[in-house]
């Protein structure tokens, strides 16, 4: 069973202590791969807190990948995959540049700083404004 210290006077909400604290046993291996974690009313229940707070925090859990739900089974931790994330900036270069054909020019130019105010019917607008 999981057990962790929740502070509910604490700057950082209960949800995210408890998802914090099961990443951490995650990545440090605490919680081995395939483990099955405690179903949310059963965690709910240890640590005194609401159904909510523990389903936030797997619902942030599965949607990082840490952990995945199994319908009717329970929530299982997933293997870490190591992200490939340059070290620093990289700077992107033109297709021109990357020896890149561009591509075509858009068909139609959707900016709103181009639009002619001359086309717009003031007379008919303000006509109109007048009846209403």
Avoid at 16 to 26: D, K, V
Avoid at 58 to 65: D, K, N, R, S, V
């Amino acid at each position: 069973m999981i057990t962790t210290v929740l502070d509910p006077a604490g700057s950082q909400p209960m949800y995210l202590q408890l998802y914090r604290f099961i990443r951490r046993e995650i990545e440090t291996g605490r919680l081995a791969v395939e483990a099955r974690l405690p179903s949310r009313p059963k965690l709910a229940a240890h640590l005194n807190v609401s159904l909510v707070t523990v389903g936030t925090a797997y619902a942030q859990l599965t949607a990082e990948g840490y952990i995945r739900s199994v319908p009717r089974s329970g929530f299982y931790v997933q293997p870490l995959v190591a992200h490939s994330f340059p070290d620093g900036p990289t700077a992107v270069l033109p297709a021109e540049r990357r020896g890149e054909e561009s591509p075509d020019r858009c068909k139609y130019d959707f900016q709103t700083n181009l639009v002619d105010t001359d086309l717009f019917p003031y007379s008919i607008w303000a006509r109109l404004a007048r009846k209403v």
